[in-house]
């Protein structure tokens, strides 16, 4: 069997890895607190599912369009509308099987030898993944140098030469929980006005889990860019609807036709009644995201408060997801040294920075999306064996 060489370029998440070893340990009676995964513990709002089932029961069984049936569309377009103002065609929005594949197709859209992209590092590991496997050369920006994990557009900018076809952007960020603030967002898209043919995506899958009363800035309201932006979102973190596998792309006019024949080529279409799921949890009540954010609000306070509690653990304030990401060089271990010896003597799961890049060795990502006796019992267990 000769496989092509680019599968071998292909990364994966550090998570399933972990995954597998929590469930192993599991079995052998030595039961742990999983804090390494990439969701929350809360179940899809009633309305999503009673939808899904009812498009079931109606009959509805059939393939759908690529892109998606329009009154999905449609919903994201009037919900796009409703939280962000900006007008965005249903001809533009395709609905895919979750949010990764947004970045699977921009990333193939214009990565290949030669070209460069440019992404975030710490990051979600499949943008890098993804650049080898095209053969583009990744080039990664540090999340890591502002102490909140915001972005620095200066340092982004000044990446970006004549090779450079795509640019990679997440906010609220995974896995720093650093969330950029719109006179930041402001000069990067001033300073992406020198650069016309550069393709933007922004990952925003994060952005109703924003804390302290903020909004996104979002891209969606820099119609400048609207010709080279592509915006990738969800239902996966918003509606707690991770394996419903439901996402959606904003692209650009020109891409669409692309886009379409990669779906065709691909997965075809998006389960047809999750669709209709998809399409009451935007139009439906937001009490559900209400409590869920109000209790994400108690458990990132409770995690911080115990992290920086541990001797030799620095953390700052996640401003957006269910991630906080401290940083324990001063426990005299590095990142993975510290997961390895939470997980094999205290039963504590997390993922170490090492598992997003190449840049956070002294860091690693705990998930605060479980319930806060959890994460108490996890940092009593930690500071034990501290
Ligand atoms: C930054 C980021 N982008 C995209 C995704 C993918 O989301 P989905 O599960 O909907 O494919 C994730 C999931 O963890 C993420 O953290």
New binding site residues.
Partial sequence: MKIAKAVNRLGTEAVYNIFAKTKQLAKEGKPIIDLSL?QSDFKSPKHAVDAAIKALKDGHHGYTLPNGIIECREAVSRKIKNLYRATIDPERIVIMP???PT?HYAISFFGEAGAEIIYPDPG?PIYESMINFTGAKAIPYNMTDNKDFSMNPDKILSLINEKTRLLIL?NPH?PTGGFTEKNVIDILAKGLKNFPNLVILS?E??DRLIFDKKEIPTLLNYPDLYERLIV?N?W??TYAM?GW???WGVWPEKLIEHVFKFCVNSHSCVNTPAQYGAIAALEGPEDHLNNMMNEFNKRRKLIVEGLRSLKGVECSMPGGSFFAFPNVKKTGMDGEEFTKACLEKAGVAMIPGTAFGKFATDNVRFNFATSTENISKAIEKIDKIL
């Fill in positions: 990439g979750g949010g990764k970045m979600f997440n995974n990952d899958v994060y990738l969800g996966s973190k991770t596998r439901l996402g």
